[in-house]
């Protein structure tokens, strides 16, 4: 299958900037997301790949072949849309079967790659059906099945399940997955969902305003935002942000603080900080790291909870920093639940806090 690689794209429409000098390259078989919030870009880029928009400016190459001009149809190119695009009049056969049409095969021919990839997609006893009598779930596999019965050798898809429920959008992911993983065929998938994005992609393109602000894998993306934004966009509560924050060195150690809180940094943290030239920082971290105490002690913030949220075996509480009225949420098991307007002290655990650039918003540490 061959490989995708984006240099300096560029689409505008009219004086809108709608994606402005991308780069990004996906390795033979591999399985990329596209993610962002509705107008980054995504899509756009998605239709340039896919040769239904002509790009203003730059270059998409297939291995090494520049594609720029070569029409939709022969660039060996499956898609899957997020409304299925099935036709109404068609039962699902036909629905598969139509991009077979255009190769002139015989009709057992084609009677035999449909039942293939019909069994393969689960959705054989279905084949007689019109569209409006089957489920959301099995609309989706049949567009997938018409994506895949020509063998294409890249595999584009726009928010295929954001018309499913909660539930059948997890069973798809994991479809999906096994699928490509199965088919090997390079794949690049747009979403909003971040979700969908660490779980299925081997990298991930971040989109913000026509840019792609980071392009790593899952774990760099979560564990080492490029700025606030990938930080806010990925994790589900997202990080929390506190302002104002300023850095001295205390004989041996590196503290940072504010009127309300000090914390002792590790000293590995002092370069990258003080070669920033920045002088007031936001400090950043998610929830999942930060401990609970119900007495003060040293590296932690005071706060009121604020509000309880369950969530099963967790729960996340809402937390009112005292000093700035800021609210933060982080993480609980049962064992530990404080009540609702209870003075507890929050302790970020050192190593994973992240300090940023008010005025860039960069990721300094």
Do not use: W
Request: aromatic share 8%; glycine share 6%.
């Amino acid at each position: 299958m061959p490989s995708i690689r984006v240099k300096n794209l560029k689409k505008y429409f009219g004086k809108v900037k709608a994606v402005d000098g991308i780069n990004f390259e996906a390795e033979d078989g591999e399985f990329i997301a596209l993610l962002g919030p509705s107008g980054c870009g995504k899509t756009t880029t998605l239709l340039m790949l896919a040769g239904i928009y002509k790009p203003t400016d730059g270059e998409i190459f297939f291995d090494d072949k520049l594609v720029n001009n070569v029409p939709p149809k022969y660039r060996k190119i499956g898609m899957v849309f997020q409304n299925y695009a099935l036709y109404p009049h068609m039962n699902v056969f036909e629905n598969i079967a139509f991009p077979l049409k255009t190769l002139k095969l015989s009709r057992e021919k084609i009677r035999e790659k449909v039942l293939e990839i019909a069994n393969r997609m689960f959705i054989s006893e279905i084949l007689e059906r019109k569209p409006t009598q089957i489920s959301g779930g099995q609309q989706q596999r049949v567009a997938l099945a018409r994506a895949l019965v020509k063998e294409p050798e890249i595999l584009l898809f726009d928010e295929p399940l954001s018309n499913l429920d909660a539930n059948l959008r997890m069973l798809m992911r994991a479809e999906i997955k096994r699928l490509q993983s199965e088919l090997g065929i390079t794949s690049v998938y747009v979403t909003h969902d971040q979700a969908e994005a660490m779980t299925m992609a081997s990298r991930i393109a971040v989109f913000n305003f026509g840019k792609i602000v980071q392009y790593g894998t899952p774990d760099e993306i979560y564990d080492k935002p490029s700025n606030m934004f990938v930080a806010s966009f990925i994790g589900n509560p997202p990080m929390n942000f506190l302002k104002g924050f300023s850095v001295k060195s205390v004989n041996s150690e590196l503290h940072i603080f504010r009127d309300d809180v000090e914390l002792i940094l590790p000293l590995k943290m002092k370069k990258g900080i003080f070669e920033s030239g920045v002088e007031k920082f936001i400090l950043g971290f998610r929830p999942e790291d930060c401990e609970i105490e119900f007495e003060s002690s040293s590296n932690s913030i005071p706060g009121t909870v604020y509000v309880l949220e369950p969530l099963g075996r967790d729960i996340i509480i809402n937390v009112k920093i005292e000093s700035t009225g800021e609210m933060v949420k982080v993480f609980a098991d049962k064992s530990k639940i404080p009540e609702r307007d209870q003075t507890i002290h929050l302790v970020p655990k050192i190593e994973k806090i992240h300090l940023f650039d008010p005025e860039s918003e960069l990721t300094i540490i």
